[in-house]
């Protein structure tokens, strides 16, 4: 039997897409951190699924489909959490819901390092923990 590396992702874009959060520098995590995070767990395992959960499952459809990809469709936002703490390694966006998934998840953990970008009153070093890995 072949193992599975389960990754959950957490793609959180819908109310971060409103300029009123765009300028508190709460912005969604592009495309390109996905792929990129997603290429570090595909180079490190060689059978990787990858779980999304989003609130914005049009937009993860179009842009992170494979074949080592599922969505959790028609799930509730307490479902989706449930998912995502229980695989083996989390990727999380910008916002609470992903931190605390990955807080609870026991894996690695790879978060943007764009979120709120541009604020001085925030230090990413006390919101992230060191051993959690930061991609852009």
Known sequence: ???????????????FLDEKWSKRGLVPAPLAYFIHAMSYFRNLYSNVLFVIASDDLEWVKENLS?????????????EDFGILINCDHIIISSGSFGWWAAWLNKGTTIYYKGYLRGRKD???STYYYPEWIQME
């Open 1 to 15: 039997k072949v193992k599975v590396t389960t990754v959950g992702v957490h793609v959180r874009r819908s109310d």
């Open 66 to 78: 494979g074949k080592d990809v599922v969505f959790t469709e028609g799930k509730t936002p307490e």
């Open 122 to 124: 925030f230090n990413l």
